[in-house]
Structures are given as C-alpha cells and as structure tokens.
C-alpha cells in the first residue's frame, strides 16, 4: 500500500530562520511527487511536480528536493505570510489508469515576526 | 481562467438528509478527483471520474456514497441519509487530459456539517 509521512508535524520559526520539511514515501512505482499549501479554511494550493530522483524546484523562498525514498521542502529566510500548512502527496504507476493522490498529514508551518 | 469550482461552500444538513456537492472543474479540464478531509487527517481520496465514466472509485464508502461527471454540467458528490461521521471538508481537483504526470488543482471546498 502507498504511504506518505511528513514530518514534523508542526513548526514553528523565527522570520528569517530556514529549515526543511519532510515528506517520506513508499510507493509501487513513482509517477510523480506533488507539494501543496493549503491555509486555513481554503483547498490545497499546487506548488510543485518532481518526477525523478534528483530532480529540484524552486519558486521564490522554497526549493523542493526529491530521492527515491523522500523528499524535502526547504524553505529560505521565511516569512510570516509563508505560514500555512504544507501537504506532501504521491501518485503511483498504475495499470488501471486511476490518477489518485495519496497525502500526508502534513506539516503546518507558523513563521513568527 | 477560472479555477475549479465548488458549491455550496458550506453545507448544514440533519441525520438522514440527503447532501449534495457539486464541482465544476478547471476550463479545458475532462478529469475530476474528489477528496475527503476530515479533522486532523490527511486528504484521501474518494474517487476520479471522467466525463460519463467512474474510473475509480476505490476510496467511496460501499454505501450511501456516489458521484457522476454528466456530459453536460457539473460533476456531483452526493451522499445519502447522512450520518455525524460524514461530517468533513469534500474537496474537488481537476486535471487536464493526461501527460506525464497531471497536476491535479483543488477548490476551495464544501465543509458539510452534520447535526
């Protein structure tokens, strides 16, 4: 069965304090590996796509990573407005055709000023 | 370019009630995936449609619980006699005919509340 675990469960930083969230996985074959915000009340925010191991990303404060095993989402010199709660989802290779994302629980990030 | 979208945006409905949800995807969009968020977990998901078609449907409980994706309009979550346990955010996410990997772009959601 495909699993995602992210960790930690939550964060807390300085603005301007960088860190790493991690998401770890187990999946029969990866066909690709998503990150997502999501704020309170609202639905999940698209972030980035990783297909292969080595491969990275980057939009502004965040850059994400991938291995075969997990991968991570660094965030640079963050700031309030960054604080959200950050999902890490897979989707597998499958013969059927189905396309599902399985999530993590994901990390809530709080960025204090 | 509008997004996906949801409605009702919240939803209050008693023990046994029948609820509905309805998604419109993303223009140009032909796949719809519905999630389920309970408090303090993750999302999982329900089931993915295509227009006409369940392609999968692993995730929907075996009871009460169906979806369509007509040819014309919405797509439609609908639950039936609903019970406090279904209470949740239902998420909608739509996807573009397939590629490497489709990105899938949520809604903003229907938070069902059952009394």
């Known amino acids: 069965e495909d699993q995602v675990t992210q960790s930690p469960e939550a964060l807390r930083l300085q603005e301007g304090e960088s860190s790493s969230l991690n998401c770890s996985y187990t999946v029969s074959g990866l066909r690709g590996l998503f990150w997502y915000r999501q704020d309170p009340g609202k639905g999940p925010e698209f972030l980035f796509t990783?297909?292969?191991a080595g491969e990275e990303k980057e939009k502004e404060r965040l850059k994400a990573t991938l291995t075969k095993k997990e991968s991570f989402l660094h965030i640079t010199a963050p700031k309030p407005e960054d604080s959200a709660t950050y999902l890490c989802?897979?989707?597998?290779?499958?013969?059927?055709?189905?396309?599902?994302?399985?999530f993590g629980k994901g990390t809530k990030l709080t960025v204090n000023p | 370019n509008a997004g996906v979208m949801q409605n009702p945006r919240h939803l209050v409905r008693r023990r046994g009630q029948e609820a509905r949800l309805r998604c419109s995807p993303m223009?140009?969009?032909?796949?719809v995936y519905w999630y389920r968020q309970l408090p303090e977990e993750g999302l999982k998901f329900m089931v993915y449609l295509q227009k006409e078609n369940i392609i999968d449907e692993s995730g929907m409980p075996k009871e009460r619980f169906s979806a369509e994706f007509p040819k014309e309009g919405p797509s439609i979550l609908r639950i039936q006699q609903v019970v406090r346990g279904d209470s949740a955010a239902y998420f909608c996410?739509?996807?573009?005919?397939?590629?490497?990997?489709?990105?899938?772009?949520f809604g903003p959601g229907t938070r069902l509340l059952v009394l």
């Open positions: 990783l297909y292969s």
């Open positions: 989802a897979v989707q597998a290779l499958t013969q059927g055709g189905s396309e599902k994302l399985v």
């Open positions: 223009k140009g969009h032909s796949h």
């Open positions: 996410a739509s996807s573009p005919d397939r590629g490497k990997s489709e990105t899938q772009y």
